[in-house]
């Protein structure tokens, strides 16, 4: 397939771009930079500004584009930076596409969401037709899930990938935990009661290349492991496959004096499921905690 791709810096981008290359596809990556290779195409999504041709004649988009919601304190600037990196860059390539004749539309837009969406759900399990949650990161997900409309009413297959919280020692949920539970100075968060909507760095890979000719699936779909488990399950299996003690649990108000608004999110609870992929038949490798989080630090 002939695919072009947006956010392809960030973690899970780089590795999917390589993924995609190594089974044989063309991928072509988006840089708001002057390009430095041939597979590179120049966009300016805070403008909104992306040559049609750039995008006429490939097979399918994808855009995992969007700030880092861990890697900066919420001020008021950094939510709007949070916002407008996700609708810009989604409502650029929407718009683009749907302005493009018919036979110039690529098959499918895969366009990054996230399980943000639902907001804090306590026990209550949800699927992918639950409606949209309270909160900044369930606002930001309602408005980043609308952009997209313009190629879905242009007869674009679109999926909304509602991403959990990726496992692998080097980014996603992991990385920044990994030297605390080494040290032994880690434990749950707040009351650990609260559900981790987790998945394997290696299903998420599968699964978004599945999406990708799964012609029968369109609208959202949760990338998600099929066997979520609270805070306290995870800091339990994580420190035991570390070898170490997890027994400094970490006070909710100490997390919102480390993390100001992004604390409320780290205390939410969301437990939901992959109905979606589960119905299509996808293969899950890792559907189980312990196993997923054994590949994560050693594979």
Request: with cysteine.
């Given at each position: 397939m002939r695919i072009l791709m947006a956010g392809v810096s960030g973690f899970l981008g780089t590795r999917l771009v390589d993924r995609l290359t190594d089974d044989g596809h063309q991928v072509t990556r988006l840089v708001r930079r002057s390009p430095r290779t041939a597979d590179e195409q120049r966009w300016d999504p805070t403008a909104g500004?992306?040559?049609?041709?750039?995008?006429?004649?490939?097979?399918?988009?994808?855009?995992?584009?969007?700030?880092?919601?861990?890697?900066?304190?919420w001020t008021d600037d950094y939510r709007r930076v949070i916002r407008s990196s996700r609708v810009d860059t989604t409502t650029t390539l929407a718009v683009t596409i749907a302005g493009l004749p018919a036979a110039d539309r690529p098959r499918v837009l895969l366009n990054s969401s996230a399980v943000g969406w639902y907001g804090n759900t306590g026990d209550r399990v949800v699927e992918e037709d639950a409606?949209?949650?309270?909160?900044?990161?369930?606002?930001?997900?309602?408005?980043?899930?609308?952009?997209?409309?313009?190629?879905?009413?242009?007869?674009?297959?679109?999926?909304?990938?509602?991403?959990?919280?990726?496992?692998?020692?080097?980014?996603?949920?992991?990385?920044?935990?990994?030297?605390?539970?080494?040290?032994?100075?880690?434990?749950?968060?707040?009351?650990?009661?609260?559900?981790?909507?987790?998945?394997?760095?290696?299903?998420?890979?599968?699964?978004?290349?599945?999406?990708?000719?799964?012609?029968?699936?369109?609208?959202?779909?949760?990338?998600?492991?099929?066997?979520?488990?609270?805070?306290?399950?995870?800091?339990?299996?994580?420190?035991?496959?570390?070898?170490?003690?997890?027994?400094?649990?970490?006070?909710?108000?100490?997390?919102?004096?480390?993390?100001?608004?992004?604390?409320?999110?780290?205390?939410?609870?969301?437990r939901v499921l992959p109905a979606v992929l589960t119905r299509a038949g996808f293969p899950w490798t890792h559907p189980e905690l312990p196993a997923a989080l054994h590949a994560a630090l050693h594979d």
């Amino acid at each position: 397939m002939r695919i072009l791709m947006a956010g392809v810096s960030g973690f899970l981008g780089t590795r999917l771009v390589d993924r995609l290359t190594d089974d044989g596809h063309q991928v072509t990556r988006l840089v708001r930079r002057s390009p430095r290779t041939a597979d590179e195409q120049r966009w300016d999504p805070t403008a909104g500004q992306l040559d049609p041709a750039v995008v006429a004649g490939v097979d399918a988009v994808v855009n995992l584009a969007g700030a880092g919601v861990g890697d900066k304190r919420w001020t008021d600037d950094y939510r709007r930076v949070i916002r407008s990196s996700r609708v810009d860059t989604t409502t650029t390539l929407a718009v683009t596409i749907a302005g493009l004749p018919a036979a110039d539309r690529p098959r499918v837009l895969l366009n990054s969401s996230a399980v943000g969406w639902y907001g804090n759900t306590g026990d209550r399990v949800v699927e992918e037709d639950a409606p949209a949650g309270d909160g900044f990161l369930a606002d930001v997900c309602r408005v980043w899930e609308a952009a997209t409309r313009p190629a879905e009413d242009a007869g674009v297959r679109v999926v909304r990938l509602r991403t959990g919280l990726p496992l692998h020692r080097d980014g996603g949920l992991l990385k920044p935990q990994l030297l605390p539970f080494k040290l032994g100075i880690a434990g749950r968060l707040g009351s650990g009661r609260q559900w981790l909507p987790w998945i394997s760095l290696r299903d998420w890979l599968d699964a978004t290349v599945f999406l990708l000719t799964a012609g029968e699936v369109a609208g959202a779909v949760n990338v998600v492991g099929p066997n979520p488990v609270t805070n306290a399950e995870f800091t339990r299996e994580f420190a035991r496959q570390l070898h170490r003690p997890a027994i400094v649990p970490i006070p909710a108000v100490a997390l919102k004096v480390a993390l100001g608004g992004f604390a409320q999110e780290a205390l939410t609870s969301t437990r939901v499921l992959p109905a979606v992929l589960t119905r299509a038949g996808f293969p899950w490798t890792h559907p189980e905690l312990p196993a997923a989080l054994h590949a994560a630090l050693h594979d």
